[in-house]
């Protein structure tokens, strides 16, 4: 069976340019969450969603912004990018939101 | 406080001996933790995750848990030089479903 998939795996953009991350589960789970996370440290959650609607939110600003479509899959959105948004997103899906949770190989995003 | 703390490390084993890596957190409403393993450039990947009170083994690596000392611990026996990574421990937040992570303490095995 597949496992979590990401696109892309690697992007570069520019400050103030937006960026859109894609994530689609492992069949059959139906939660998506997202991280973010910097160089030495640990990652750090961004949103989670269940059956399509937001079950979490982290302490990210509003520049951030996800959704989850009937298919299950998932994007996350950030508009205004700074420096300091460089940094490895990670999306994890489990069956449910309070279940185990598989990470996908991430998307690194460096920001110019 | 850090919700999470784990030393950063890194710690360092011989080959074949018992690495021993600690974590403590602050939410007492956390029911489930889970430890995974992080690669150099990599994705985390599941070890493995413990809900009860005590040990729980799989292969070479137990996890124990006191929640009443809000401790997590991960031992890995007979370590293997394939073993050196970051170790991140993860309580899992049942309110929002969000894993909160510790910055993950790295392991390194020497042969």
Redesign the interface.
């Given at each position: 069976d597949a496992g979590v998939t990401q696109s892309p795996t690697h992007l570069i953009k520019t400050r103030g340019q937006h960026v859109t991350l894609r994530c689609s589960p492992i069949s059959g789970h139906k939660?998506v969450?997202w991280?973010q996370q910097v160089l030495?440290?640990?990652?750090?959650?961004i949103f989670?969603y269940?059956e399509k609607e937001e079950?979490?939110?982290?302490n990210f600003p509003d520049r951030f912004s996800a959704r989850q479509f009937p298919n299950y899959s998932s994007e996350l959105n950030v508009n205004a990018l700074l420096l300091g948004d460089s940094a490895?997103y990670?999306c994890?899906s489990?069956l449910a939101?309070?279940g185990?949770?598989?990470?996908?190989?991430?998307t690194r995003l460096l920001v110019l | 406080q850090k919700e999470?703390e784990q030393n950063s490390g890194p710690l360092s084993v011989p080959e074949g001996a018992i690495a021993s890596l600690n974590c403590t957190y602050s939410d007492r409403g956390s029911q489930?933790f889970?430890w995974?393993r992080q690669y150099s450039g990599?994705?985390?990947?599941?070890i493995m995750?413990i809900y009860s009170n005590g040990d729980k083994e799989d292969g070479r690596f137990t996890a124990q848990l006191n929640k009443a000392s809000q401790y997590v611990s991960l031992l890995i026996r007979d370590s293997q030089p394939s073993d050196s990574a970051t170790y991140?421990c993860?309580p899992?937040?049942?309110?929002?479903?969000?894993?909160?992570?510790?910055?993950?303490t790295t392991l390194q095995v020497k042969p």
């Open positions: 939660s969450s991280y030495g440290q640990g990652p750090q959650f989670q269940y079950r979490g939110r982290g490895l990670l994890a489990s939101g309070e185990t949770q598989y990470f996908g190989p991430g | 999470v489930s889970f995974y990599k994705s985390p990947e599941l995750f991140l993860a899992h937040s049942g309110n929002t479903g969000k894993l909160i992570f510790g910055q993950g």
